[in-house]
């Protein structure tokens, strides 16, 4: 995986999961960054958002840390944002332009304890604009690599918004 704009990423959106990103990255509308993990990240303990917001800021590009990065592109920083978990066409550079979701750190994470299954029929949306459903379910002893995303408010609305397709208050946001 190179730095590529999001435009060119070589998949559609509708083309999940198999080509989603195998790396973690800044999404900018501009440019996908391909970001390097920290070498000593694997924990055996349960992360607070500090703990997260600390390790998403060893996450470094050849042009800097993650944090430098965000401020490059008059983004919020790593304080100002919350986790959430990229599922399906989400963690897409393609779609994630769609959204016009503005500068989003996306890591690659292991999480313990959850399994995800995709469906294999499609809904309407299929062609317009493209979704894939994909189920989470707590999974005593299985482990998944998921996207994290860490995002603000506004950009949590837009990814709400997108789901939801025109229709308030037919998804809403749980805990893991």
Known sequence: MEDIS???????????PAPLPS???L??????????????HVTD???NIDGLRRMADEYQHSTGALS????AADAPGLDARKPVLLLGEL?????LRDINIGALPVLRVRLEGVCTTW?????ARDMQPGVHHVTLARTPGWWETVHLGLATVEQLKRIRT????GVPGSWRPVRL
């Open 6 to 16: 999001p435009r060119l990423w070589p998949y559609s959106a509708n083309n999940s």
């Open 23 to 25: 790396r973690s990255f």
């Open 27 to 40: 999404f900018t509308s501009a440019k996908v960054l391909v970001l390097s993990a920290p070498c000593d």
């Open 45 to 47: 303990e349960p992360l």
């Open 68 to 71: 430098a990065l965000l401020q």
């Open 91 to 95: 963690a897409n550079p393609y779609r």
């Open 119 to 123: 469906s294999d029929g499609l809904d």
């Open 162 to 165: 997108w789901i939801e397709n």
